[in-house]
């Protein structure tokens, strides 16, 4: 049995979000992750928007995180490395009903703390982006967009840089009390121990909250399908384009600029019963064909590159269906246990608020001793595209793999993939590499580099063919040789 003071279940942004706080203090921290990776679910299948608050009813965590997240990010993008750009939104509005529930919105992010928020007229719309629909729209000017797989992996490298250790592929199937009051989790591989123990489950956490001795909450998944549109597309797109909140106070599809350049235009929403079902739909892809050219008036099928889905962990009344705020709770009849349900959007803005709510519940109960050598600073892999041509050549003087592109469309070096595949989380998936570098994530979505990539895997980790994974223990990239030839 491996023994933890703190055991954190899922390490996705929240997660991670939660093991990197722990680390301020002397403590012993493991975080039990089920997937390959920290962003292979809800945390890396997600707009990527830095929300600013307007959305939600005043007074909920919901709201008072997402402002909260908001406000410091900056310095966060900053200690972290992670790319960031605060871009402002557009909400965009056709109709008088369209301009009365923009209006209430900004009411009601001003009863948030959500600052600088107007309605604007087409000609100013103009100015900011021309390529927007809408007669009128709401600028936000606090909004911004960010890498969700990168902030997760920095919040998560950053964690184990201040001493958590990761354990991918580590499903929790139950849980007993010792007792001495320490919580024993079992899992498939084998039994960790701690005296408490957050869940941070995101789609399962209900499930989790049941085994920890916390039964009846209800998540919901809503699924969302997406459309990434080239950056031939992306030229075009300045800032978030989204549509007026329907009755609900909900979005619709909307376009959203990425970091790197790509143009994001979805989601739609449904609720399912598998919210691990990440394919698409025809009809779903020709619905967000329609909308999204309302928002982005360079919706051509001629820059699509790729779809993806992913889904939202709704917590919602068990008999009423209602939808409900985020969960952070600590029950002193269950002791030990952090509960941390119904984690969604806008769960990327507000990961770092979450985990010190749920931190300062374990502070309420025992003294945590400071760690005095914390270190907030992450730094990421070099990118050789962003580099100026001097600063090129000085890479690839210092180290000649600088000077090998594996990946052509988004001018990936093999010293950018060799970094990425010694990673601190021990990543060893295609994919694991592709969210670190973005190598595959262009044009010709691998077709190029992929089995490059696959190559190096193998060489730098002395894997055989059949043990290299696109995504998961279930995702081979080879199953034997073809045609009856000798295996590589």
């Known amino acids: 049995m491996r023994d933890y003071d703190v055991l954190v279940i899922g390490?996705?942004?929240?997660?991670?979000?939660?093991?990197?706080?722990?680390?301020?203090?002397?403590?012993?921290?493991?975080?039990?992750?089920?997937?390959?990776d920290v962003c292979t679910q809800t945390s890396g299948r997600n707009t990527g928007m830095l929300h600013a608050g307007f959305l939600y009813k005043p007074g909920t965590l919901k709201a008072k995180c997402a402002v909260e997240g908001n406000g410091e990010f900056d310095r966060v993008a900053k200690e972290l490395d992670v790319p960031f750009r605060r871009t402002g939104k557009l909400i965009v509005g056709f109709t008088e009903e369209h301009r009365r529930r923009l209006l209430a919105?900004?009411?009601r992010g001003r009863e948030n703390g959500v600052p600088g928020m107007e309605l604007i007229d087409r000609a100013r719309m103009d100015e900011i982006d021309p390529s927007a629909g809408g007669n009128f729209a709401v600028f936000c000017p606090t909004s911004g967009i960010l890498d969700p797989f990168l902030y997760t992996i920095a919040l998560a490298e950053n964690a184990v840089h201040n001493g958590a250790d990761y354990h991918l592929y580590t499903n929790v199937t139950g849980a007993a009390r010792l007792d001495d009051g320490r919580i024993v989790l079992n899992t498939n591989r084998g039994e960790f121990s701690a005296r408490w123990v957050v869940n941070s489950a995101g789609l399962n956490s209900a499930v989790i909250s049941e085994m920890l001795g916390i039964p009846g909450y209800r998540i919901q998944p809503i699924k969302g399908e997406y459309f990434v549109l080239d950056k031939k597309a992306g030229v075009f797109a300045k800032i978030p384009v989204y549509p007026a909140p329907t009755e609900r106070n909900t979005f619709d599809t909307h376009a959203t600029p990425t970091v790197d350049g790509n143009v994001l235009v979805g989601p739609n929403s449904f609720p399912v019963e598998d919210g691990e079902d990440y394919s698409v739909s025809r009809s779903g892809m020709n619905g967000l064909q329609e909308s999204g050219a309302k928002m982005f008036r360079h919706m051509k099928r001629e820059y699509y590159i790729r779809t993806f889905a992913g889904?939202?962990?709704?917590?919602?009344?068990?008999?009423?269906?209602?939808?409900?705020?985020?969960?952070?709770?600590?029950?002193?009849?269950?002791?030990?246990?952090?509960?941390?349900?119904?984690?969604?959007?806008?769960?990327?803005?507000?990961?770092l608020p979450i985990a010190r709510r749920a931190v300062r519940l374990i502070e309420e109960k025992e003294r945590l001793i400071p760690n005095d050598a914390f270190d907030p600073v992450r730094r990421g892999i070099r990118r050789f595209h962003e580099a100026s041509v001097s600063e090129k050549r000085q890479l690839v003087a210092e180290n000649p793999d600088y000077g090998e592109i594996i990946c052509r469309c988004e001018t990936v070096t093999r010293a950018e993939i060799l970094a990425a595949i010694h990673n601190p989380l021990g990543v060893t998936t295609v994919n694991g590499i592709k969210v670190r570098t973005r190598a595959s994530m262009g044009r010709c979505q691998g077709g190029y580099c992929e089995m490059r990539i696959t190559a190096m895997i193998r060489e730098e980790l002395g894997k055989a063919a059949e043990d290299v994974r696109l995504t998961n223990g279930r995702s081979f990239m080879f199953t034997g040789a073809v045609k009856g030839g000798e295996q590589a």
């Open 11 to 36: 390490g996705g942004v929240v997660g991670s979000a939660v093991a990197r706080e722990l680390t301020r203090y002397r403590l012993k921290i493991g975080v039990l992750e089920r997937e390959s």
């Open 105 to 107: 919105m900004i009411e």
């Open 311 to 351: 889904a939202r962990p709704k917590r919602v009344d068990p008999q009423t269906g209602e939808i409900q705020d985020f969960l952070i709770e600590r029950r002193d009849e269950v002791p030990g246990v952090i509960n941390l349900v119904g984690i969604e959007s806008p769960g990327l803005t507000s990961a």
